[in-house]
């Protein structure tokens, strides 16, 4: 099994493999391309966003600038918007379903590192993927970590942590990020 199919699997990796470095690099070029676009030009933005990322709805807007690991692990649905400053590091699945919407500064971070420090000096990481469901909205500075899912019809409240699953109709914020009720 190659380095990049260990990332895939969720099994420890070297993120320093000459495939995935250029993998990473590739994305990374085209991000920086995506981010000097004239702002107006939205068919450039647009196309430029369908050769990173890994599928798209027809209607979508990512405000610049957004940033990527490898861009083909995520997948963006019906009518998604993020606001400026997104971060995606998918070395795992990162799947946004439809009518999703992203405040400014938000992260989502698939890829974790051993505790054990003599491994992780060894440059090996893991990555569990992350998933968001439809009608969610997300607020302003939120981290949400790897192997969480939030479910449909969810809102997760600015400078929110999630570093648990959180369910579908929820109200959710905090450090960590709890849910305080449920969404009618």
């Not at 380095?3 to 085209?30: Q, V």
């Not at 450090?175 to 009720?181: E, F, T, Y």
């Amino acid at each position: 099994m190659n380095e990049k199919e260990k990332m895939i699997s969720g099994e420890l990796y070297n993120s320093s493999d000459k495939t995935l470095l250029n993998e990473r690099i590739k994305c990374k070029e085209l991000l920086s391309e995506f981010n000097q676009v004239k702002y107006s030009d939205f068919e450039k933005r647009n196309e430029i966003l369908k050769k990173v990322l890994g599928k798209t709805g027809k209607s979508f807007l990512i405000e610049q600038p957004f940033m990527a690991d490898y861009g083909y692990n995520i997948e963006i649905g019906e009518n998604f918007y993020s606001n400026h400053n997104l971060i995606v590091l998918d070395c795992a699945k990162v799947t946004f379903k439809d009518n999703v919407f992203i405040g400014p500064n938000c992260s989502f971070y698939t890829p974790l590192h051993p505790l054990d420090a003599k491994t992780r000096s060894q440059g090996l990481e893991y990555a569990e993927a992350i998933a968001v469901g439809s009608n969610v909205w997300i607020g302003g500075n939120v981290t949400v970590l790897a192997g969480v899912s939030i479910g449909d019809n969810c809102v997760i409240g600015a400078g929110s942590v999630v570093t648990k699953d959180i369910p579908d109709n929820s109200l959710a914020f905090g450090n960590p990020c709890k849910v305080i009720r449920k969404i009618d």
